[in-house]
C-alpha cells in the first residue's frame, strides 16, 4: 500500500534555514560556525537539516551524544560532541573521527588510551565549566589539568569551550565574569606555548546579548535555536532570522453543538448558546501544549478559531463560528500563518510559560517532517513539500 499522507505534519523550509545559517554566518564572522544539531536537529530531522546546512557552506556540527554524531558522519564534516563521552562510547568514537570533549583529566587519559590502541590521534577540545554547572573542568582546575592532557600522547587538542546559563543582557555579569575566567585560563597556559586553533563560548542567546562572545580570542560560535528562526523569550533579538516551521492539520469533523455542551476531558468549555465548532486532527501526542486549552486559537482559512476545552491527545475542538465555510478536510494552520495572525513557536512558549526550544522538541513522533526542496538525504524523515 503507498504510504497515507500523515494527519498532522510539520513544513520546514530548508531555504529559510540556509538563509538564516548565512545571516549569522556573516554577522559573526571572522568568526565561525558550529551549527548545533543535536536532538535530530530539535526534532527537525537531522538528515535533511545538515544536509542543507552543509550545502549552504557549514563546515561543523555540535550535538550531544554519539548516537547524534554518527547520523551525520557521512557529510564528511568534522563533528564535534558537545557535552560528555562515556568510557565505553569512547574507542568508536575515536574510530569515527569524531571530536570529544574533555571534561576531566580521567576522560582525557581513556580517550588517550584508545587513540594509542586503535593507532589513531583524537581530536578534542576541552570543556570548561565557567559558570554553567553541568558539565566540565571547574575553572580553577582548568589550568593545571590542560597542562597535564597535553601531554598524553594521541591527542589533538584543537580546541577549548564553554557555556552561558544565562546569556542576555540582564545575565551580563556572570557572562562577562565568565568571558574573564576563560581568557584568564588562556593566558595562563599560553604562557606554557599552549593554544588552542577553536575557542568557543556563545550560543544563539550571547550572539544576540553578548557581540564580546564572537569576538577574539573567541573565533567559534554555536548555535542551535537561531537557526529554526527562534529566540530565548529574554533578551535582544539582535540577528534578523526567520522561522522555518508550521505545523499543520486538517478538519476531522464539524458540527453544530446546542447552547449548554461541554466540551473535552474536564468539562472546562461549556457552550454559551448553539455553536458551530470543528474538531481537528491533532493534539498533545502531536505537541499542541495543554497550556493551549480554552487559551489558543489555529488558522482555518486564514482566520483565527478559538481553542475550546482541553486539548486531547489526538483532537482538539476548536470555534467554527468565524468560519462558515469550512469543510472537512480543510487544512489546519496550528504554528505558521501569515501577517497579524500568524501563530509563532514563541505564542505557544509564553501560553505554556516556557521556550522555544521546549515547544520545537516536543513535536511527535507520529507528525511527518514535509521539507521544502529534494535532498538527497538517506536518514529517516526524508519528505518533500
Ligand atoms: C553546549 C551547547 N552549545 C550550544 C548549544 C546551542 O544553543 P542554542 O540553541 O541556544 O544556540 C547548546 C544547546 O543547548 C549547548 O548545550
Not at 113 to 135: E, N, Q, S, W, Y
Request: charged residues 20%; proline residues 6%; positive net charge.
Amino acid at each position: 500500500m503507498n504510504e497515507l499522507p500523515r494527519r498532522v505534519w510539520l513544513e520546514i523550509r530548508l531555504d529559510k534555514l540556509t538563509g538564516n545559517y548565512k545571516k549569522i554566518a556573516a554577522a559573526v564572522s571572522p568568526a565561525k560556525v558550529i551549527c548545533v544539531l543535536k536532538a535530530n536537529a530539535y526534532g527537525l530531522g537531522v538528515a535533511n537539516v545538515a544536509e542543507a546546512l552543509a550545502g549552504a557552506g557549514a563546515t561543523s556540527f555540535g550535538v550531544a551524544e554519539p548516537y547524534e554524531a554518527i547520523q551525520m558522519l557521512r557529510l564528511g564534516k568534522p563533528v564535534q560532541i558537545l557535552s560528555s563521552i562515556l568510557p565505553d562510547e569512547i574507542e568508536p568514537m575515536v574510530e569515527a573521527g569524531v571530536t570529544l570533549p574533555v571534561t576531566d583529566f580521567q576522560t582525557a587519559k581513556r580517550i588517550s588510551r584508545a587513540a594509542k590502541r586503535i593507532g589513531k590521534a583524537a581530536t578534542v577540545h576541552f570543556k570548561l565549566d565557567t559558570g554553567m554547572g553541568r558539565l566540565g573542568i571547574l575553572a580553577k582546575d582548568a589550568p593545571e589539568t590542560i597542562r597535564r592532557v597535553v601531554k598524553l600522547p594521541g591527542l589533538r587538542c584543537e580546541g577549548i569551550f564553554s557555556h552561558f546559563p544565562y546569556a542576555y543582557a540582564s545575565g551580563s555579569e556572570l557572562s562577562n565574569h565568565q568571558m574573564d575566567v576563560f581568557c584568564a585560563i588562556l593566558k595562563d597556559v599560553a604562557r606554557d606555548g599552549i593554544v588552542f586553533a577553536k575557542r568557543h563560548i556563545a550560543a544563539s542567546d550571547a550572539i544576540n546579548n553578548f557581540p564580546r562572545a564572537c569576538k577574539p580570542p573567541f573565533n567559534y560560535v554555536r548555535t542551535g535555536i537561531n537557526l529554526h528562526g527562534s529566540f530565548d523569550p529574554m533578551g535582544k533579538r539582535v540577528l534578523n532570522v526567520e522561522p522555518v516551521l508550521s505545523l499543520k492539520t486538517r478538519l476531522a469533523q464539524i458540527r453544530q453543538l446546542p447552547a449548554g455542551t461541554t466540551i473535552g476531558y474536564g468539562l472546562t468549555y461549556r457552550t454559551p448558546r448553539r455553536m458551530c465548532v470543528g474538531t481537528i486532527s491533532a493534539g498533545y501526542a502531536d505537541g499542541l501544549p495543554l497550556a493551549l486549552s480554552n487559551r489558543g486559537y489555529v488558522l482555518i482559512h486564514d482566520i483565527p478559531c478559538q481553542i475550546l476545552g482541553r486539548i486531547s491527545m489526538d483532537y482538539t475542538v476548536v470555534s467554527l463560528e468565524t468560519v462558515p465555510q469550512a469543510k472537512v478536510g480543510d487544512e489546519v494552520v496550528c504554528i505558521g500563518g501569515e501577517g497579524p495572525n500568524a501563530i509563532h513557536v514563541e505564542d505557544w512558549g509564553a501560553l505554556k510559560m516556557t521556550h522555544a526550544y521546549d515547544i520545537i522538541c516536543s513535536f511527535g513522533n507520529r507528525v511527518e517532517r514535509r521539507y521544502s526542496w529534494p535532498i538527497s538525504s538517506i536518514g529517516d524523515n526524508r519528505n518533500n513539500l
